[in-house]
């Protein structure tokens, strides 16, 4: 990774080929110096992510399928597997259980637990996973088919119960926090119970807003100063803890 001490940031978790200019976005996560994993929802957008991404010292691409594309998009899955020897980076992939996504349910454990044993059949990989309102079929499925020793996940905009973060982070989990979760009891209750040395920061932008306007990497400070507030910490003693999490993670 790049030298941590120049590390202004970090989000773990952005969709920067979601922004009306894609390299200029990448652009302003290089010169803010965020540390950005880039993912992507459907397996055909990864070459082009991959192409912008080859000699940023910040910015990383990750390889994903969402799970909310599922109904239309399983069919490259085995795309998602001819590239994953490109990449140590994996996401945006997981379940959705929500009410416009649960027909495609049982399609999305299909294929989520693909990503997971061909992860594991590679090992070192770090996936950044989506767990709406199905956060105890996920970690089944990480504890069935992604080892500990094989790969890292990382739990994108975590909204499972205390119980459920407490049995991810026996798994070995990490969790990427925005500030939207920050701004409501339950979110901060949440994040106060979760173990410091587990916690990233991202900014799931364009997905999220900061002043009205899609939030962009360099507004993961502002995710980082709203955990800080929510765990009694200083700003700067909580980019410090996130810098050496993810230091920890990547190593």
Known sequence: MSDPSLIGGVDFHCHLDLYPDHEAAIARAEAARIYTLTVTTTPKAWARNQE?????????????????????????????????????????????????????????????????????DAGGKILTVHSVRSAPAVLDMIEAYLPRARG???????????????????????????????????????????????ILTETDGPFTQTEGRPAEPGDARLAASAVANVLGLSPDAMTEVIVSNLRALLA
């Open 52 to 120: 912008l991404t080859r000699h940023t010292r910040y910015v990383r691409p990750a390889l994903g399928l969402h799970p909310q594309l599922v109904a239309e998009r399983a069919s490259e899955l085995s795309l998602w597997e001819r590239h994953l020897p490109e990449t140590r980076y994996v996401g945006e992939v997981g379940l959705d259980a929500g009410s416009r996504f649960y027909k495609s349910f049982e399609a999305q454990k299909h294929v989520f637990q693909r990503v997971l044993e061909r992860c594991a």
């Open 152 to 198: 890292s996940v990382v739990l994108h905009w975590f909204t499972g119960s205390k119980s459920d973060a407490r049995r991810a982070a026996a798994l070995g989990c990490y969790f990427s926090i925005n500030a939207e979760m920050t701004r409501m009891d339950r979110g901060r209750d949440l994040i106060e119970s979760l173990p410091r040395d587990r």
